[in-house]
């Protein structure tokens, strides 16, 4: 089985290295064994393990099946160096963060704040941008204006002959608190540390802003939602007055040269999942493709730009549209229904977590899913705002992460971490770190008993 994977992928590899210019190049389209119909049954898993968030679809047919490995493959394999001798996979940098997907998103899962040392991991990357963005193109088509030193992200490595970026670090102040029948609680507060600046000053206006790699669970039926399903959920005015005012991101997509809604990464800044393939493969590991069809260096940075290959696109066509259909074609863990499960519902809906992580929506397909996200932005208060705008989400506004899967995050990604900079160490601190819109939730879920808070939080586990 082995030597036949391998064939297939040096086939593809074969094909990869072809012209890779054409982004309107369509994915192929899931096709079921004897043309079944596919139902959620098909996208279960029933894996509890490290393995939970990477199996198949259940039913592809052979050509699907082939598809998904060869994204796979491209998705987990190392990536090396421009002009190394492995060409298959070569194209890395010249700046980078990590040589593959997975040390961002272990085993498909959510990214790890800091190591066992207490060293930021490469799964928590620094962003850039101005906080008065005066270039209306750089507003336009990125959503926010870089840096003009170091680009979109902080890169804290280099291929031989070019400095990293920079040296990044956390640290994290303790915040005590208690709940109203008297337990205490801590929070951590983290603060970020940027050393030995390769090229210079950042610009005045610019600042740094946290992220952690998302977990991969669910992505190919969120994009099949139906755009009014999710538009139908916008409250900006809060009309009905519960104190939830939901709002779309609406961004730019370089597929269609168009603005389209947002559904995918913190803030909704991406219209599809081969846009956040594109840019992730440019900003953390610096492939070109596509869609940022040049190496990821700025002009200041001469020894980058004279290592920049600029003959051939490192992720051609071929190879993001196999990745994109690897991500697309994940299964989802079934939920794992315990005693309390209908009880921890109903105070999920009393609670009003409900506004935002919404239950239910039914696909193109006709699938009914339960993500448990409206896929729209929400203010969630001064805490967790870190500034950073990204089209028309401000900085504090977040895009309501899906909650399917979430009680399986520290077995598939060896710990779990939660919100956009990973800063709360389980589902308990993520909650107690809601602000803004959640405000009110919060308060009542603090309010709760310890047994209930606990009934609360084994639902969160098993859906």
């Not at 991991?121 to 204006?145: I, P, V």
């Not at 005045?204 to 190919?220: E, F, K, N, S």
């Not at 953390?284 to 600029?310: H, I, R, V, W, Y």
């Not at 160490?425 to 209930?452: T, V």
Request: proline share 4%; aromatic share 8%; with cysteine.
């Amino acid at each position: 089985m082995k030597m036949f994977y391998w064939i297939i992928v040096a086939a593809f590899l074969a094909v990869g290295c072809s012209d890779g210019g054409n982004t309107q190049s369509a994915v192929a389209s899931v096709v079921l064994k004897d043309n079944t119909t596919i139902t959620l049954q098909n996208y279960f898993t029933q894996s509890k393990d490290t393995t939970s968030f990477s199996h198949p679809v259940k039913g592809l047919d052979n050509d699907a099946e082939d598809k998904f490995a060869l994204g796979k493959s491209f998705f987990r394999i190392p990536w090396v160096g421009a002009h190394a001798a492995t060409t298959a996979r070569d194209g890395l940098g010249p700046l980078f963060n990590a040589n593959t997907c997975i040390h961002c998103h272990p085993h498909n899962g959510a990214g790890v704040a800091v190591d066992s040392e207490g060293k930021m991991n490469r799964s928590l990357l620094l962003r850039l941008s101005h906080r008065n963005t005066q270039d209306k193109k750089a507003l336009k088509t990125k959503g926010f204006e870089p840096d003009s030193t170091y680009g979109a992200q902080l890169s804290i490595h280099a291929n031989h002959g070019v400095r990293a970026e920079a040296k990044i670090d956390v640290t994290y102040e303790a915040l005590s608190g208690h709940y109203a029948e008297g337990t205490a609680y801590t929070l951590q507060k983290p603060t970020y540390h940027v050393s030995a600046l390769g090229y210079g000053a950042f610009d005045a206006d610019t600042i740094v802003a946290p992220r952690i790699g998302l977990a991969l669970v669910g992505l190919g039926l969120l994009e099949q939602i139906p755009e009014q399903a999710i538009l139908s959920g916008e409250d900006e005015a809060d009309k009905n007055q519960d104190g939830i005012s939901g709002k779309a991101n609406f961004v730019f997509d370089s597929e269609t040269n168009s603005t389209k809604l947002g559904r995918f990464t913190w803030k909704a800044s991406a219209s599809s999942i081969k846009q956040q393939v594109a840019a992730a493969a440019h900003n953390d590991m610096g492939l070109s493709n596509p869609f940022f069809p040049t190496d990821n260096c700025t002009q200041k940075q001469k020894a980058c730009l004279e290592q920049a290959d600029t003959a051939t696109l490192d992720l051609p066509q071929e190879r993001l549209d196999a990745i994109t259909f690897y991500l697309q074609n994940l299964a989802i863990p079934a939920p794992r229904k315990n005693s309390h499960f209908e009880e921890g519902k109903a105070l999920f809906e009393t609670l009003q977590c409900a506004a935002c992580h919404t239950p239910s929506f039914t696909t193109h397909q006709g699938v009914s899913i339960a993500p448990y996200s409206d896929l729209l932005l929400h203010d969630m208060g001064e805490g967790l705002a870190d500034g950073r705008s990204e089209f028309f989400a401000t900085g504090s506004e977040w895009r309501t992460p899906p909650l399917w899967g979430i009680g399986l995050y520290e077995k598939v990604s060896g710990e779990a971490n939660f919100l956009h900079d990973g800063r709360a160490r389980n589902i308990e601190e993520a909650i107690l770190w809601h602000g803004g819109e959640a405000q009110q939730s919060k308060k009542a879920f603090m309010s709760l008993d310890k047994q209930s808070r606990e009934i609360l939080l084994d639902f969160l586990h098993s859906i």
